[in-house]
């Protein structure tokens, strides 16, 4: 059965980075969009980046400029570079593929596949 499956997520401290990835599993090649979408606690899910099936990147503007999504094609693994990380990154991270190829940007409501999860926590 195709899943995806996350791994990376961990304790940092403020300013550091991490790096997430997620293995499409099961499926043949990525062929379809895919993002990362995160879950703070007590909060709604929200998207932050997604990549499409051409390589170009789109990402909310609280992570703009610190977080990278990239793909390896032949690995059929998806990945998330968090730099810079502040306290409010804090969540729950699932990656997520969308079969929509019209939805451009990370959208929590527009998934057709999730990840487990895999938790971030940034201290002070």
């Known amino acids: 059965q195709a899943q995806l499956v996350e791994s990376g997520g961990g304790s940092v401290q403020a300013g550091g980075s991490l790096r997430l990835s997620c293995a499409a599993v099961?499926?043949?090649?990525?062929?379809?969009?895919m993002a990362w979408v995160r879950q703070a606690p007590g909060k709604e899910r929200e998207g932050v980046a997604l990549i499409d099936t051409q390589g170009v990147a789109t990402y909310k503007d609280f992570v703009q400029g610190r977080f990278t999504i990239f793909k390896n094609n032949s690995a059929n693994t998806l990945h998330l570079q968090m730099n810079s990380l502040k306290p409010e990154d804090t969540a729950m991270y699932y990656c997520?593929?969308?079969?929509?190829?019209?939805?451009?940007?990370?959208?929590?409501?527009?998934?057709?596949?999730w990840g487990q999860g895999t938790l971030v926590n940034v201290s002070d």
């Open positions: 099961g499926f043949t090649k990525i062929t379809f969009n």
């Open positions: 997520a593929a969308t079969w929509n190829s019209q939805i451009r940007c990370a959208n929590e409501n527009f998934v057709d596949a």
